[in-house]
């Protein structure tokens, strides 16, 4: 006979999770007119492939993640350099997934230098996030006095298509540009503990449960804002203040979302699409 029991497990002493890691660097240059590859780097997940598109504008990268997601404990590194009069745009091959975090929080860092006359869009597909994940992101850019920079990043709270509600968890969002090595912008995102709640706050999302913030550094940047704020309509507001052009979008849903911020984009790009493994 055969009799059986259940052993308690002290979570102080639960085993440690492999955790991923993963970084990726990738430096580009010009030459005649076309921007081209100088130097790459990839350790652990971190992955960086470059596609080639013959519409789009300088060099394309596409970061990727082996991972599958991210929780808490991981870490993910992205650094990149375009070199005087270079072009790139940086992506990533699908929407990320933040899921559950059992301690600690996921840490993504994105640092970017762009050289005089030099272009840098980072352009990653939406994060989506999963009740209790933990991320923390922060968005560094040096910036030559005449460059380019573009900078967009979504969240999703949840997908509501598969009935998923983000009743608690982490999220803060830290980007700090500079240009000529002085301070022009600064923003601190922070939602934290029962995010649903906060969510449904008029001050905040009033309820929606998708949002982006995006960013152009650029010595026109005031041209683009009427033609910004005719692309997201009801979905948010956008302001122009010396070089800088800054904007938020809010939506009830990602797909809603995408569907605001592809016309930002392409606004805020000149015409210029969103990469195309958006719309894969």
Request: aromatic share 6%; with cysteine; charged share 25%.
């Amino acid at each position: 006979m055969f009799q059986s029991r259940s052993l308690a497990i002290d979570p102080k002493s639960a085993p440690a999770l492999q955790r991923a890691q993963g970084v990726g660097r990738i430096d580009v240059s010009a030459e005649a007119g076309v921007t081209r590859l100088a130097r790459l780097y990839q350790e652990g997940c971190g992955k960086i492939r470059l596609p080639t598109d013959h519409a789009a504008r300088g060099l394309e990268a596409v970061l990727i993640n082996t991972s599958g997601g991210l929780t808490g404990g991981d870490r993910m590194s992205w650094r990149a350099r375009a070199g005087p009069g270079a072009a790139l745009t940086l992506t990533t091959q699908a929407c990320e997934k933040v899921y559950r975090a059992r301690d600690g929080r996921a840490e993504v860092t994105v640092a970017l230098d762009a050289a005089r006359g030099a272009r840098i869009d980072w352009l990653p597909q939406e994060s989506i996030l999963f009740d209790g994940a933990a991320l923390s992101r922060t968005l560094e850019a040096d910036l030559a006095a005449d460059a380019r920079l573009l900078a967009v990043e979504a969240v999703v709270l949840g997908r509501t298509a598969m009935g998923e509600t983000v009743r608690r968890g982490t999220l803060r969002d830290r980007w700090r540009i500079r240009r000529e090595g002085r301070l022009v912008f600064a923003d601190d995102l922070r939602f934290e503990g029962p995010i649903s709640a906060v969510a449904g706050l008029a001050p905040t999302l009033a309820g929606g449960k998708a949002f982006a913030s995006l960013l152009l550094v650029a010595d026109d940047a005031g041209r683009f804002l009427t033609p910004l704020r005719q692309a997201i309509g009801p979905y948010g507001g956008a302001s122009a203040f010396d070089g800088k052009l800054f904007a938020r979008i809010v939506a009830a849903d990602g797909l809603s979302l995408r569907r605001a911020l592809l016309p930002a984009i392409a606004a805020l790009r000149d015409g210029e699409p969103a990469p195309r493994i958006w719309r894969l």
